[in-house]
């Protein structure tokens, strides 16, 4: 959730930072079928069942060309999931996971992108099925960002769905190019020196 906190870090210090990079995350309410696997898994773990909701979590974070590479066969793919279930049963604690499912309930920053003073970039990728990039939202609300930029990585056999952005050899180049523009602009956009950046990666 940290690519969310960035935005709504942004809007409520907007003085405090120097640079802003958002993350797989859009400024926007979670709606449509973003909120709906979402409560999905709500409802299955407030039925006890642990295993459908980590089921939901895990193709909402899916990337179809990755799986399809790792797990080329039936057989294959039925003893990566068993794999992949026995770990996370263990791993997580249902509470934990209901509490960050419910944690984004109320979160919109769209109706405040103005105050937005440093600068941003927003990465996405396009096979992220969490901010699918056909829904136009960062294309709709970008331009309300005074020093805003938006990058939209395409599908590549480099790129993870949701969990690109846990991959910095994918979009480290637009960060480096970001972060070496971005103190000098920031301290002009701003009016006064920044005591703190924000790099976000989740």
């Known amino acids: 959730m940290g690519g969310m906190h960035t935005w709504m870090w942004g809007e409520r210090w907007p003085d405090m930072m120097d640079a802003l ?5 859009a400024p926007a309410q979670i709606a449509g079928r973003n909120r709906v696997w979402r409560k999905m898994a709500i409802d299955h773990l407030n039925r006890g ?6 089921h939901l979590l895990m193709i909402a ?7 399809q590479k790792g797990e080329p066969t039936r057989d294959a793919a ?8 026995k770990t996370r049963m263990a791993s997580t ?17 769209s109706p405040d992108l103005e105050k937005i003073k440093a600068p941003l970039l927003a990465i996405n990728s396009a096979d992220d099925f969490v901010n699918p990039p056909e829904l136009g939202i960062m294309e ?22 949701h969990g690109t952005h846990t991959w910095p050899e994918v979009w480290g180049s637009e960060l480096e190019e970001f ?6 602009s920031s301290r002009q956009n701003a009016g006064a020196p920044a005591t703190g950046r ?3 990666r989740h």
């Open 140 to 161: 709709k609300l970008m331009p309300r960002v005074a020093h805003g930029r938006y990058v939209l990585i395409p599908t590549s056999d480099k790129t993870r769905g």
């Open 61 to 67: 974070g899916s990337a179809p060309l990755q799986w």
């Open 179 to 184: 972060l070496r523009e971005a103190p000098a």
């Open 78 to 85: 039925d003893r990566w999931l068993a794999e992949q279930m």
């Open 49 to 54: 069942d642990l295993a459908g909701a980590i």
């Open 21 to 25: 990079v958002p993350l797989a995350s």
């Open 198 to 200: 924000t790099a976000d």
């Open 93 to 109: 604690k249902a509470d934990d996971l209901l509490y960050a499912l419910e944690a984004s309930r109320n979160y919109d920053p």
